[in-house]
């Protein structure tokens, strides 16, 4: 081929001439797009489970030296929010619609046959991974997926949900919620893989060393191309899993209890400027006993659990510091946009003395404390399946009230971490508030990619997604999200400048008389001046009636508008087909 031979990108006429002989025609060769001369890389990091309390740079006194680094290098978000739960989170952040548009309003496997639950993501809401493949990015994810519906996760499914029908060249994960971080259910790419690990094999150390050979083998062929890495942790989703040397270095730490760690979590939090001063800690819900007034046992059992959690998140933290060592060793860190975030609040799944093996709780059977001692020794090894209780979860989300699944800041108020080559402040703290579709909109931002009205032949939804990329460069750039609103299992929510109203519906009872069945007529609405009492801790339904009423009335317009009804029951729900 010769340097003025005719050329075409594939979706386009052909331009050369078809004649009857070779001598008659002109010849013209396709070609793929390739992105534009200097285009970033782009790599989000998806933590699971992860509070806005969990951090070290988020105050936390859990050891996170490698984000802490990140975050010195770049910026923390203070005013972050996500859907409260995981496979909606996920769907906001990789298309940039809210979660009921792309039928994610759950998570998949609590699929429900109405059109914003069904589980399947529609054509309309394009992936933004598609789009920069589109305009010649290399596109890999890794780990955790939870975007396909149950129905769809068989070995005989169709693909088109599964990572490649979405966007992505290469894949390798695990495809549902959760799995055992010592013997984890893999894919690569389409197929399901017999896996029989090694000695000494942890899935978060695997998945990292995926990601850079996934970086490498690109290198190796094109060192030019432009690459979208999207790499979502199984951590510190349950179950807790972490090598004992992890775990043991926290030995004693959590001696004093999740109380003790709250307030001291809150009074850095203030000090370092990750929250306004004057910032109230949210007191504790009395579902959440007092730590002096669990038994010696359970206050032992409840540590541990809380030492494998954090030998869980710096097990994490020390394989994400090899991803970014590598990064920066080869150049590529300072052509990269660096996006980390949780996609909810701390977990509270693991009840009120959590758990040896979490399926004990999800299939109803009573504590057993004595039998949890006896299992003390091998928590967090290959033969548990652990989730601390839900004292740490409240812990975890210091300053907020309430965690994972529910729509106050607990549950969706949450850690990110931007870094960007240009950020000037580094260090710094942002307060503009911003969501999770927000994410997917700053992305393409960033790229100078759009979002086409038509993708893969496809009319295309529009990105609900605002980007924040002017907060990249200047501190005081207006905030873009002016209204945002929440559900999840009926828990309700609605952000409209600086104010917020919220309700709370029990998925299962926290306390006597609770009733997760009980008509969503019967919520009780909150009312919250978040501008000035982010930490939801001064209610003024009372005071501020017709506030509250306007916001009830805006959370029903958006519910409309985003295909949020019909409100889900408890546990009760039908959940099947």
Request: with cysteine; net charge negative.
């Amino acid at each position: 081929m010769t340097d003025d031979a005719l050329t075409y990108f594939d979706d386009e006429p052909f331009p050369g001439r078809v004649g009857l002989t070779f001598d008659e025609s002109v010849p013209a060769w396709p070609q793929a797009r390739r992105a534009p001369e200097g285009a970033p890389n782009v790599v989000m990091i998806v933590l699971d489970d992860v509070g806005f309390g969990q951090l070290g740079c988020f105050g936390s006194p859990i050891d996170t030296p490698n984000l802490d680094a990140l975050a010195a290098d770049g910026l923390r978000y203070r005013n972050f929010h996500t859907t409260a739960m995981c496979s909606p989170t996920r769907a906001c952040i990789l298309t940039g619609r809210n979660h009921h548009t792309c039928a994610i309003g759950g998570i998949t496997d609590l699929a429900l046959g109405f059109p914003g639950y069904n589980g399947r993501i529609p054509k309309s809401c394009g992936f933004v991974p598609a789009v920069l493949r589109q305009q010649g990015w290399a596109t890999f994810a890794v780990g955790k997926w939870h975007l396909t519906p149950s129905d769809e996760t068989h070995t005989a499914a169709p693909r088109d949900r599964w990572p490649l029908g979405q966007g992505f060249e290469r894949y390798y994960g695990f495809i549902g919620a959760e799995t055992n971080q010592y013997f984890p259910e893999l894919v690569i790419d389409n197929t399901p893989i017999r896996f029989e690990p090694p000695e000494g094999y942890h899935l978060t150390e695997d998945l990292v060393d995926k990601s850079i050979d996934a970086v490498n083998d690109l290198r190796g062929t094109d060192p030019d191309k432009p690459f979208f890495l999207y790499l979502a942790l199984g951590a510190c989703h349950a179950p807790h899993q972490a090598p004992p040397e992890f775990i043991d270095a926290y030995a004693g730490r959590f001696d004093d209890g999740w109380d003790a760690y709250r307030a001291r979590t809150h009074a850095r939090q203030i000090a370092e400027g990750i929250m306004p001063g004057g910032t109230d800690l949210a007191p504790r819900p009395p579902w959440v006993p007092e730590w002096e007034s669990l038994t010696d046992d359970e206050r032992r059992g409840a540590a541990r659990m809380m030492e494998v959690f954090a030998g869980f998140l710096t097990h994490t933290d020390h394989h994400l510091g090899r991803l970014l060592d590598f990064l920066r060793a080869t150049g590529e860190l300072d052509a990269t946009l660096v996006v980390v975030l949780s996609d909810n609040g701390a977990s509270a799944e693991g009840g009120k003395y959590g758990t040896f093996n979490e399926n004990f709780i999800f299939s109803g059977l009573p504590h057993d404390q004595a039998r949890t001692m006896e299992l003390l020794p091998e928590l967090g090894g290959p033969m548990s399946y652990g989730h601390y209780p839900w004292g740490w979860a409240y812990a975890g989300n210091t300053p907020f009230q309430r965690w994972k699944r529910e729509t106050h800041e607990g549950g969706i108020g949450d850690p990110l971490i931007v870094r960007a080559p240009e950020t000037a402040d580094r260090g710094a703290v942002r307060d503009q508030y911003t969501h999770a579709i927000d994410v997917a909109a700053t992305i393409l931002d960033y790229t100078g990619v759009t979002m086409p009205t038509v993708l893969d032949g496809h009319p295309q939804e529009p990105v609900a997604g605002a980007s924040f990329v002017e907060s990249l460069m200047v501190g005081d750039a207006p905030e873009h999200r002016r209204t945002q609103y929440y559900e999840q299992f009926a828990c309700r929510a609605i952000y409209h400048d600086g104010w917020k109203a919220v309700t709370f519906h029990p998925f299962f009872p926290y306390m006597p008389g609770e009733d997760p069945n009980a008509p969503h007529s019967e919520d009780r609405w909150e009312l919250y001046h978040t501008a000035v009492d982010p930490s939801e801790c001064h209610d003024l339904a009372e005071a501020e009636p017709e506030m509250l009423r306007a916001l009830q009335e805006r959370w029903f317009e958006e519910a409309g508008r985003y295909g949020v009804m019909p409100l889900k029951a408890g546990r009760g729900m039908a959940v099947g087909r």
